[in-house]
């Protein structure tokens, strides 16, 4: 068994309204001096076999095909 993490991420000049409302939030609850804030999500996979070079291979054509938005997203994948 193989376990994954994806981390996605808006690329660095997109728009991040959830980003702007979670930043906005965070100071009325009085945490102030948080200079900005981008969200993103996390997906933790479970891989059957043992092969971790098929792995990666696999989550970035699922990056690609479905857990990302190539256009405004970035990801990474960390296979352990």
């Known amino acids: 068994m193989i376990k994954a993490r994806v981390t996605v991420t808006l690329k660095n ?6 980003g702007k ?10 945490f102030s001096g948080v ?3 981008r969200q993103g999500k996390v997906f933790d996979l479970e891989l059957e076999g043992s092969d971790k070079a098929k792995a990666e291979s696999d989550l970035n054509a699922m990056c690609e ?5 190539t256009v405004i997203e970035d990801y990474t994948v960390s296979v352990t």
């Not at 409302?21 to 009085?30: F, M, P």
Request: charged share 15%; aromatic share 0%.
């Open 21 to 30: 409302a979670i930043e906005g939030a965070l100071d009325a609850l009085g």
């Open 13 to 18: 000049g997109v728009l991040d309204p959830q």
């Open 65 to 69: 095909k479905l857990l990302a938005n």
């Open 35 to 37: 200079g900005s804030v």
